[in-house]
């Protein structure tokens, strides 16, 4: 798979590197993000998995969530994906939450998605491919975190496929939304009516239903201004009855923003990397 480098900068002792492919699975030409620690330069590293949310690129948390410093302590590599497919021939909507810079980590079976919206499976299979076979990078250690539609996707991946995904947190992640304005109208538009396809892209609902068979770390700021939109009392309950091990935290006083996220990064990587061994 052929891919062509637009930057790389030395930090933290390794590179933050930013990529560019034409994607099979959307049709698009894609960007994508990888740090490698100084770790690498010796052999093949974990991996930690970071999806953004609503309105971002692989930039926001490349460049503001702070993670770098930590990946190159814990000899981690972060790969940044986009969160959607983009450009003049792809479908978009007026609206921030919707279409380009909202792909909601599924595969678009409706009009006028269905063609490029298959952010589920570049995720998931086309993105690890192209790393896995160009960059020192373990694929027996992978873990996957994210922030709000990231975290959304994060969850979602990781009880899809734990056995892949060996580690996971979320930075107040879209926590249930088939029952949320973040997620009824946009499942609507992608997957359409069919209700079980929403439920197994719903964190809650997977939760309920099967867990995952390590601990899971969730961070939410207790000031949030989307805490109705992210729901994640519907989480929290359904960690409950299933009796889930892991944490959720509701920190005092942060809201949605990467500033929250930049404070709670150090805990993040430090967690997978000690579940990545
Ligand atoms: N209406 C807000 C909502 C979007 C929002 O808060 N997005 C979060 C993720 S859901 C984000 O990470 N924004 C980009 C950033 O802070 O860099 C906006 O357009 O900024």
Redesign the pocket.
Known sequence: MKFETVSENRSFGGIQGVYRHQSEATGTTMTFAVYLPPAAEHGKVPVLWYL?????THE?AMT?AGAQEWAAEYGIALIFPDTSPRGEGVADDEA?DLGQGAGFYVDATQKPWAPHFRMWHYVTHELPELVFSNFPLDREAQGITG???GGHGALTIAMTMPERYRSVSAFAPIANPSDSDWGRKQFTAYLGDDHAAWESHDASVLMRERGYPGEVLIDQGASDQ?LDLLKPASLAQAMIERRQPGEFRMQKGYD???FFVQTFVADHIRWHAERLG
């Open positions: 953004s949310g609503l309105t971002c926001n503001k921030y922030h709000s539609m989307f949605h923003s990467y």
